[in-house]
């Protein structure tokens, strides 16, 4: 049996549910109400689930640990079409259930497509508004997570029943309400899943995955009917949510009894893993990358990412540096778990800016004399210490290193090669090609991309071409794992168009430019 268009039918039907509204910022979320005992759901997980309209009371989870096959259970925090009450779920179920070994599918039921083939009495996607409208949903998820102890990294996974493809407002209405959700959910720090049927929502999602400027979902639950456990499908190609990020519905509602216990339920089958956290440029701790830039009057702020975009909007000012020419993000120089900053000031002294997860702290002067210097670039942990090391291009052409020390301080220069003069914009790509080491991006003098493969204590000394040309490009820094693919990343402003992309990387060279923000042409110093 293959049934094209199921429903998962924890839809509230007949009556409206009182709306939630939550206005409150991503970074103004009060984690005051948070549940004293917190946990990451569902972590990794690959097995047999199930689904229940109403959360079983922990006597009948108990039953069910014991004699089913089920080691996971989607559990319904919340929405204004949730359509079952759930005297059970609290944050003390939560972590009973989660200490007795269950893994939990947190899912969502907000405003439905406007298109839906699920009937009437619902709360719909509002499409003139719909990117808002998500954005303000997400963050009651967030709030409803929060409030039963569902940590960040946490999955949250918006049920988006099935609906009709022959309205293209309906349509772009249900992507723009995603691509709100899901970004808003990155600003907290959570994970965005997706749960629709594979004829309609899934299906425009697969179609636009790689859209520039859609900020897509993170896991992929897609519904198929046809009593076949597996997270493979003809109509989700394999380049499309791979590696560990898709759960398939592949039985509708019956009930199953075990332990003596009957539960009406839906059969699920989990293949989920974390996605990879990014190493570097996380200065706000939310997992996703951000971008440093200098504005023209000389105020430096941080522009948050959400895996598919910068967006402008969320930006946090962290300094006045008008006196400094040049800008890098350290790492964590400091050894505190945030993010640092060095700056050079035009008389050639070195400052260190520790970050404090929030904005900068008070400056110490690191050393003197480099306003000679040129193409100061971070580069990791070069030297296999644990501290994040510095490099830079001597008035001689030579590549010097100067490893991080504690302090904060830095050794003095170590020669690692030689020959730069018409190498510019280096960027530490972080251990690009996943050997162990970090690796050093630069534009050669052909005017294209190459990689300089790290060793310890220094590079191997050969040159590896990225395939992409740097004649249109400026500014060129490593951007961590930006699309938290398990490959780092290069970003760069674009001088033709004043775009902010994204060069992602691929282990051996990167994809073409994806644009992450536009009005980049008069920030400078990016870092």
């Known amino acids: 049996m293959s049934v094209v268009t199921p429903a998962r039918r924890r839809i509230a039907v007949g009556a409206l549910i009182a709306a939630v509204v939550v206005a409150a910022s991503s970074f103004a979320l009060k984690r005051a109400d948070a549940a004293a005992w917190t946990t990451v759901q569902p972590g990794a997980f690959t097995g047999e689930a199930f689904d229940a309209c109403t959360a079983p009371t922990s006597a009948a989870m108990k039953a069910w640990r014991a004699k089913s096959p089920y080691r996971a259970v989607g559990i319904y925090i919340g929405g204004v ?29 907000g405003p439905q497509a406007t298109c839906t083939t699920i009937g009437g009495g619902r709360r719909l996607i509002d499409n003139a508004h ?73 299906a425009d999602q697969v179609a636009n995955y790689s859209t520039p400027g859609y900020t897509r979902p993170d896991y992929l639950d897609f519904a198929r009917w046809d009593l076949v456990s597996t997270v493979t499908d003809r109509a989700i190609p394999a380049t499309v949510w791979p590696g560990k990020r898709r759960m398939k519905q592949w039985r509708g509602g019956h009930k199953e009894t075990y332990g003596g216990v009957t539960i009406n339920i839906d059969n699920d089958y989990v293949d989920f893993a974390p996605l990879p956290k990014t190493r570097s440029a996380d200065f706000s701790g939310n997992g996703w990358s951000d971008v440093l830039g200098r504005s023209p009057t000389g105020v430096l702020s941080a522009y948050h990412g959400n895996g598919s975009l910068i967006d402008n909007n969320q930006r946090r000012t962290l300094a006045d540096i008008r006196a400094m020419n040049a800008v890098v993000r350290i790492g964590d120089l400091n050894r505190d778990g945030r993010e640092d900053v060095i700056t050079r000031q035009t008389n050639g002294d070195l400052w260190f800016h520790p970050g404090t997860g929030t904005t900068l702290g008070a400056r110490k002067r690191l050393t003197r004399g480099w306003q000679t210097m040129r193409e100061i670039t971070p580069i990791g942990d070069l030297t296999g210490d644990g501290r994040p090391d510095l490099l830079a291009v001597s008035p001689g052409h030579n590549l010097y290193l100067y490893a991080g020390q504690p302090g904060p301080k830095l050794s003095g220069a170590k020669l690692v090669g030689t020959g730069w003069s018409g190498r510019t914009d280096l960027a530490g790509a972080g251990d690009f090609n996943r050997d162990g080491f970090p690796d050093l991006a630069a534009r050669d003098t052909d005017g294209r991309l190459h990689l300089w493969p790290g060793r310890k204590g220094g590079f191997t000394g050969a040159r590896l071409p990225l395939n992409a040309s740097a004649t249109d490009l400026r500014d060129l820094i490593g951007i961590g794992d930006f699309d938290r693919d398990g490959f780092p990343d290069l970003a760069a402003v674009q001088k033709s168009t004043g775009n902010l992309v994204l060069l992602a990387g691929m282990g051996s060279a990167v994809r073409p430019p994806f644009r992450l923000a536009a009005g980049y042409a008069t920030i400078t110093s990016l870092a």
């Open 81 to 109: 079409n949730r359509g079952c009450a759930q005297p059970q779920l609290s944050a003390a179920w939560v972590k009973q259930q989660v200490q007795a070994g269950w893994k939990l599918l947190p899912l969502y039921v």
């Open 130 to 202: 719909a990117e808002t409208q998500g954005r303000i949903t997400a963050s009651d998820a967030v709030a409803q997570a929060t409030r039963l102890g569902l940590a960040r990294e946490s999955v949250l996974i918006y049920d988006m029943e099935s609906y009709r493809t022959n309205d293209p407002a309906c349509r772009r209405g249900v992507l723009a309400f995603m691509n709100g959700w899901t970004a808003r959910l990155h600003d907290n720090g959570y994970f965005s899943g997706f749960y629709s049927s594979v004829s309609s929502g899934v």
